[in-house]
């Protein structure tokens, strides 16, 4: 029977599957642990139980590659691995449909927290990435450090030590990806809290909190400056710790903490860090009796600052005790001893109930809400404390060890007694193998009547005086006589020193455990004082206090109150639960061991070594497993996996089960030494045949998957063909009935074409024919009309006068004038001459007369607005005209000027008195023009402010200040004026020497004045009058002009904006730029 790809363990270090050891003995099994020990190969199967040995240094074996090499793959195909067992449950489950546990077990140290982070790492590595899925698989994985923050203590045997038990359900959906989860917690060891063996530490998150937290926290929780603190030794912090913070914060807010909730958790763990340093100092009561009262109520102040209780309950509560005996409520005063027992009761209790607080909040966090959970697969990770023993060991020990105990019995049942019970259930030829069944321990610890746990209960509640003494005595008398309970009353041990007085020993599967009885009713009890459940029932803190804080109970309006289950009742049914949890799973088991008591690397104690492969029954587990069969499977089951490799079970088998099953094996040519018929299941005795059968099937697989395949892509193809040949049909049907269509548009518009020819001849003709009947009926009329107005007036001419036609035709006529007179009246335009408008005339006759009369009209108007004048008016129009003529058309500023009226006098210098003074003498009292302007200097071409001045006889330069003249220019000297073409006001005024000036005669004068033109205007009248000469106006953009010789100016066009001219004298050339659209000086015209 070929085996395709199988490595089935060679080229291993040892042996990788104990089952294949020859000879079997202890010594070979020990050896070959030891050996791939030493080789890093820590994991070795006893079939598909996996036996670890803890390496306590990190190996480079659990690597995203790794995680890549065993997906997938068969257990036996590559070497042992925690990888291999994770990915066989993944896959049971995903593809058998069946829920699985994984149980990690071994004693304190041995690796099974790690052990089971690692099957954590690997499912979450199996599933699907999507975002959604990601984020869960998150809150799952960041529940660990939280749990380990406040569940793991370094002990003596572990610095990483469980110190409760942890049950993790993790629920899949269909596809196999994480969905969420469920967390039970068991028993946390809440005794450290409060007191640590030597060498040991209180739970990580004290350490944790006073090493990592920042300053501005440690300083709110009242933990800055901390000496050393009664419950945990600040000496003992590491750097390890301050990382471990930030990882569980940061876990806090992965898994969905609120920040209220966080600093909630974290002021809970600083008060009770700082409970306890509390003190408490004796003191003689009044009845003589001893009290106490806090020693340092500073103390007290800063807890109840954190737990948000008043100072004087919290104090109350700590130093008193209230009995209610028959609805009396009796106050006792507590001796200081009393008081610190009941502040350590607070301290364990509050840290207890957070930790339960902290799981079922992760719970909320990571239960299912997007499916129903009836359809999840569920996968259990069971990683509880293992078996310890310690020096001196207690209540918590016994309950831990008791758990162990329960757990081993689980493998017995389901690894030896099941397995061999099946074999012989289902008539297979088999031959018993002794093993230990520790079931008779358990029931020493459980039996409900005559059991350790019973008794403890029956004890604990018995009325009387009830002391760990008397409960010793009673374990003593009823379980004396088991064989797996010794005490020092038995008669067997009265001389062994080594059993105290006041303990008991158990037998347990893993060893013989002596347990102090010390604290044990204490500590079943479970009752906390109810002063200390009220006091912390008003807590305002929403965490701690009120109906949904940590303590229900103390709600004062609760007046009877139900007795609290004890601990072992607890322990007992939680354990009931775990059990039936764990039964109902398909087990896969990672049995941890401890290779050495020091905590140390590659040192593999073989005594230690060999004592726990006792204890935990591997020899046993390899002897079942050898004799045995590898797999098990119901017909129905195998049936349905396999079917396909038979044609004869393929697609349908319709006989009974077990004959198919024979079909597919008698096919697939297994030989038939390689499994057995039971009555109900297959037995196959080596996985090499499953692997064979597997492998038949992946390959049947691939064949029906290729028929598929080629169904499907046939059925494809011809649905594409359907599809194209529909696509065809309807594409043709679309051109055709295209091509028709344009085809009948075509017809249709010559057809239109054709008809509206033929409409328009036939239209035509009729038009012609109705056009000739007209006309010929009009002429009927009209000669009708003739004839028989020629026949009326034969008919009355006799009646009328021969000229009476033109009588009527004068009268019409007259009547036609008067109408149109009348018309024309209402409607003539206005009076103004430039009124254009002139009213319609309707009559032809009356044409000319309309235009005459229009003349008139014209005439007539401007005579009556010419009388209408003034002769002021009339010389300031004729001004007007005069500076037309002049500038009209050919300077720009003419426009700018037309509507303002000459003023003359702009500065009513002939008022002034200065001025006529001096103007008295000169005989220039009759002022023509005056205006402010400036003067531009001949020499260096700067413009200097002046008053302009005509008089009758000359123009003057006058100081605007002490109106005398500066310049005088008889009108006479004055032969021209030259102006810019531009809207600027500057002016050359052109003069020659006369015979009075001719000394004094400086040449041409430039000017820029405001009202340039009227200047012009009124000097060229002034002169044309007086010397009945005209002088010359020149307008140019270069002039020329004399002043101490022949010089020349050019006006030029301001291109920055500049609002008043500027001038520039470069040797005989004056360049003036004058402004853009402005005026001169910047004064408006
Ligand atoms: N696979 C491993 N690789 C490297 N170190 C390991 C491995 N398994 C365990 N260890 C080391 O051993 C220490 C103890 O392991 P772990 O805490 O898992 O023990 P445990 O069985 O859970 O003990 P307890 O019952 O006290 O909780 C770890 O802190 C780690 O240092
Ligand atoms: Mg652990």
Known sequence: MPVKGHSLLDGVVGVGDAVLLEPLTEDNFLTNLQERF??????????SVVVSVNPYKKLPIYDEEMIERYKGRNLYELPPHIYAVSDLAYRSMKNYNRDQCIMITGESGSGKTEASKLVMKYVAAMSSRSHEVEAIKQQLLQSNPVLEAFGNAKTNRNDNSSRFGKYMDIEFDFKGDPVGG??????LEKSRVVRQAAGERNFHIFYQLLSGAPPGTLKKLKLENTGDLEYVNTKDCTSDDSTSFKQVLNAFDVIGFSRKEVDNVLQLVAAVMKLGNVQFRSISGKNGLENCVVKNPDEIADICDLLSVNPNTLTMALTQRTVTAKKDAVTVKLSASEASYNRDALCKEIYDRLFSWLVNRINSSIKVTSIKIEKCKVMGVLDIYGFEVFERNGFEQFMINYCNEKLQQIFVELTLKEEQEEYVREGIEWLHIEYFNNSIICQLIENPHSGILSMLDEESMRPGDVTDQTLLAKLESVCGKHKHF?????????????????????????????YMVENFIDKNNNALFRNLSMAAFTSSNSLLGGSKGLFPEGDPSITVLKRHPTTATQFKSSMGALMHNLLNKNPNYIRCIKPNDVKRSNVFSCDLVRHQVRYLGLMENVRVRRAGYAFRQKYEDCLKRYKMLSPKTWPLWHGPPKEGVKHILQNSNVSSDKFEYGH??????????????????????????????????????????????????????????????????KLKSAAIV??????????????????????????????????????????????????AGKVIGKFLEKYVISKYFMTLKENLPARSPIDKTWPVCKYKFLKE?????????????????????????????????????????????????LPKWFVGDHVSISTNEKWRKGANVSGDLDIVFADEGFKINRADGKLVSCLVVLSTKALMIVDGKTFKAKARQPIQSITGLSFSPFDDGMVVIH?????????????????????SIELATKLFLLIKNSTEKQIQITIGESVKLTCKGEMQISFMKSTSGATAPDVKKRKNLFVVTVPNKSTPNGVAQ
Not at 765 to 781: D, E, F, G, P, Y
Not at 991 to 1011: E, F
Request: charged share 25%; aromatic share 12%.
């Open 182 to 187: 469920v967390i039970s917690n068991y028993l």
């Open 849 to 897: 007369t309309h235009g005459i009369l229009q003349t008139m009209y014209h005439k007539w108007r401007c005579m009556k607005y010419r009388k209408s004048i003034t002769p002021e008016k009339k010389k300031q129009l004729s001004e007007k005209l005069q500076a037309s003529n002049l500038f009209r058309g050919k300077k720009s500023l003419y426009a700018i000027s």
């Open 991 to 1011: 003069t020659r020497a006369t015979d009075n000036n001719a000394n004094k005669h400086k040449g041409d004068i430039i000017l820029n004045v405001a009202h």
């Open 486 to 514: 010794e005490s020092r009353r038995d008669s067997k041990f009265l001389a062994d020193k080594t059993l105290p007085h006041e303990a008991f020993r158990i037998q347990h599967y893993a060893g013989k455990v002596t």
């Open 38 to 47: 030493q080789h890093n190969d820590i994991y070795t199967y006893i079939g």
């Open 754 to 803: 054709f008809q509206c020819f033929i409409r328009g001849w036939k239209a035509r003709c009729q038009l012609r024919a109705l056009k000739l009947h007209k006309q010929r009926c009009i002429s009927v009329t009209l000669i009708a009309a003739h004839w028989k107005g020629y026949k009326t007036r034969v008919e009355y001419r006799k009646f009328f006068r021969a000229n």
């Open 680 to 745: 109900s299941k297959i037995f196959i005795r080596n996985p090499k045949t499953l692997f064979f059968l597997e492998d038949l099937r992946a390959d049947a697989l691939h064949d029906l998957a290729t028929v598929i395949q080629k169904i499907w892509r046939g059925f494809s193809c011809w649905k594409k063909f359907q599809q194209m040949k529909k696509a065809e049909i309807i594409i043709s049907k679309t051109v055709k009935r295209y091509q028709a269509q344009q085809k009948y548009l």
